[in-house]
Nanobody, 121 residues
């Protein structure tokens, strides 16, 4: 059983930056592909970024060039650096873990509770 805890959300003005962290426990972290998803009220959960155990990265078109996903396997932590934030990035951000490859769908085995990101205009 893997537990995931996100942190780093908050309120930021448009154009600003935030760095989200997701700390994992209970498994061999390097074996897991990690993903960041977001869900706004009334909308479906959507893929934001993913990273394989070996460090290959994947991004949604809407965040490419603005967000950077990374991981530190020694610290069992995955990060999402968010720059040039826009009001439409406002959402609850969740991290997720699955054995194997990165999926852009929500077919992940473990999920965190989420952290709120609010971008004001």
């Amino acid at each position: 059983q893997v537990q995931l805890v996100e942190s780093g959300g908050g309120l930021v003005q448009a154009g600003g930056s935030l760095r989200l962290s997701c700390a994992a426990s209970g498994g061999t972290f390097s074996r897991y592909a990690m993903g960041w998803f977001r869900q706004a009220p009334g909308k479906e959960r959507e893929f934001v970024a993913g990273i394989s155990g070996s460090g290959s990265t994947y991004y949604a078109d809407s965040v490419k060039g603005r967000f950077t996903i990374s991981r530190n396997n020694a610290k069992n932590t995955v990060y999402l650096q968010m720059d040039s934030l826009k009001p439409e990035d406002t959402s609850v951000y969740h991290c997720a873990a699955r054995l194997g490859v990165v999926y852009t769908s929500t077919t992940y085995d473990y999920w965190g509770q989420g952290t709120q990101v609010t971008v004001s205009s």
